[in-house]
């Protein structure tokens, strides 16, 4: 992740906790979410057939933890495809199933009360 241009999308104000909107920089969509306090931000695009990514839902995810065993984490962030389900990590935007496979992320902050894009 470099930080290259600043981009000022929006007032903080309009991207209250728990909502996340979809943005066009440099020609390029991305999604933009307040969770838990934090801003993340991610290239629009699934890796795996190009769906509408950031269009999917954000939540935990379930993990193997024995033979047979699934366990929920609802602390870990993950953005759900909406075509095919395939989950990425928001930090990171490596996905879940494949580690080989994985969505851009780009460093967006609060200054000043408007939400910064680097990209």
Known sequence: M??????????ASDLPEGSKRIVTVARRSIGVMRLRGRLYALRNICPHHGAP?????????TTASGAYEYVFDPDALVM???WHG???ELTSGVALVDEGLRV????????DGQVVLYA
């Open 2 to 11: 470099t930080d290259t241009t600043r981009h000022v999308l929006f007032p």
């Open 53 to 61: 990514l950031c269009e999917g839902t954000v939540n935990g995810t």
């Open 80 to 82: 759900r495809c909406p």
């Open 86 to 88: 395939y989950e990425f």
């Open 104 to 111: 851009r992320t780009y460093r967006v902050v609060d200054e």
